[in-house]
Structure formats: structure tokens, C-alpha cells
């Protein structure tokens, strides 16, 4: 039997579900209006969903993520407000990573909606992608690259301007401590220390949005 992902409660966001819901059914009421307005005019054309919550900056609603015969998400529905911190608790197979990879343009959904930061990550990933910074639960950084190089690589990509990137790169590096490992390759760093330069590379280019996948996977109490 499948896990189904739950929402992890939230003060800000519980009041937003049922916003979320309630701009559900306006839109429901509209739709259905214009369908039978455009009846006597010939076939209609289906209107773009677009339901927006006040001051949310990531909408779910109705997301759903087959595989197969198998449902890893199944029909959840949640609102996040612009600086909450915002968690989803549940065993190994919940769905939790598949979620966060569909809110991360890495996986399409196979049924639902999503908006991240206004925008839809199926029809414009690359307007998402500027607005998020993630460290994945699966490490990601090139083994081959020096510490620097890394985060040079990761600020290049993503246009930092050169003086603001170089300023960027000392100061998060300093930040967690990498600072005088800046020129060791990544593959002779710890895990504790490659986790570190994870989080310093994601929040790099200043964004509105950060996705932590278990983030504190190998790091020790004193990091």
C-alpha cells in the first residue's frame, strides 16, 4: 500500500488552506459560468487556471504523482506564506523527496496545480528555477571542482554579477567555514564539510525560496 504525503501543520499556512480553497470554488463558479456564456457562441476555449492566495508563495493544490500503478503523492493540497518555514514530516516513501521535486521542475505532476512564486513550474521552469535555491538529499556538488569552484560555477549559472559573485562566495564560505578550504578539491572535503558547501552554494544567488531535502544528512553537532 502506498504512503500518502501529509501537511506538516503550520499556523500561517492553516490559514491559508482555506483561502485556497474558497478561491477554489469562486473559480469553479466562474468556469462553469463562462462555459455555458460561450455555449450560444460556439465551442469554448478553456481559461488558464490561475488562483492566487494572498501573500502564498508556493500553491499546491490537488498534486498528485503516479509511477506506474504507484501513487508516491496522492491528492495534497497545501499554501505557503512568503518567509515561513514550512516542513513535511512522514516515514521513508511518503513522498516527501517526490513532492519536493515536483515544486523543483524535476518531476512533472501527474495530476493538480502548483505555482511557485507566481509561476507554473510545467510551462515555465526556468522563471522557477531563478526563485528557489535546494540542497538535494543526494549529494550534488563536483567532486573535481575545487570548494570555490563550485560556488564560481553555481554563481556563473545563475548570472551573479562578477564583483557581487566573488563577494558572495567569500562570505558564505566564511559563513560555514570553508573559507580556508577554498582551494581543496571537493572530493578530499568530509561529508560534513561537502554538506556545508551544499547550503552555502543554494542561498549563492539571494533566493526567494529555499527547498532543504535533509539538509543536515552528515553534519555534525558542532557544524
Known amino acids: 500500500m502506498p504512503c500518502h504525503l501529509r501537511r506538516a501543520p503550520s499556523v500561517k499556512s492553516d490559514r491559508l488552506i482555506p483561502e485556497l480553497r474558497s478561491a477554489q470554488g469562486d473559480h469553479k463558479d466562474r468556469t462553469e459560468a463562462d462555459h455555458r456564456e460561450s455555449g450560444s457562441q460556439g465551442q469554448a476555449r478553456p481559461?488558464?487556471?490561475?488562483?492566487?492566495?494572498?501573500?502564498?508563495?508556493?500553491?499546491?493544490?490537488?498534486?498528485?504523482?503516479?509511477?506506474?500503478?504507484?501513487?508516491?503523492?496522492?491528492?495534497?493540497?497545501?499554501a505557503v506564506a512568503e518567509g515561513v518555514i514550512f516542513g513535511f514530516l512522514g516515514p521513508n516513501g511518503?513522498?516527501?523527496?517526490?513532492?519536493?521535486?515536483?515544486?523543483?521542475?524535476?518531476?512533472?505532476?501527474?495530476?493538480?496545480?502548483?505555482?511557485?512564486?507566481?509561476?507554473?513550474?510545467?510551462?515555465?521552469p526556468l522563471l522557477v528555477r531563478r526563485a528557489f535555491g535546494i540542497v538535494f538529499q543526494d549529494p550534488s556538488l563536483d567532486g573535481e571542482l575545487t570548494a570555490a569552484e563550485n560556488m564560481e560555477l553555481h554563481g556563473v549559472l545563475y548570472r551573479v554579477p562578477r564583483e557581487e559573485r566573488r563577494e558572495r562566495?567569500?562570505?558564505?564560505?566564511r559563513f560555514v567555514g570553508l573559507w580556508e578550504r577554498q582551494d581543496d578539491y571537493v572530493k578530499r572535503l568530509s561529508g560534513g564539510m561537502r554538506r556545508r558547501l551544499e547550503i552555502a552554494r543554494a542561498v549563492q544567488h539571494r533566493p526567494r525560496i529555499l527547498f532543504l531535502d535533509e539538509p543536515t544528512a552528515g553534519l555534525a553537532l558542532s557544524n
Not at 501573500?55 to 508516491?72: P, S
Not at 523543483?104 to 505555482?115: A, D, N
Open 94 to 124: 511518503a513522498g516527501k523527496t517526490t513532492t519536493i521535486k515536483m515544486l523543483t521542475t524535476v518531476l512533472k505532476p501527474t495530476e493538480g496545480r502548483l505555482l511557485i512564486a507566481g509561476h507554473d513550474p510545467v510551462k515555465e
Open 47 to 78: 481559461r488558464e487556471l490561475s488562483v492566487k492566495v494572498m501573500g502564498a508563495i508556493i500553491e499546491a493544490r490537488d498534486l498528485v504523482k503516479r509511477f506506474d500503478d504507484f501513487t508516491a503523492v496522492d491528492h495534497i493540497s497545501f
Open 169 to 173: 562566495v567569500e562570505s558564505l564560505l
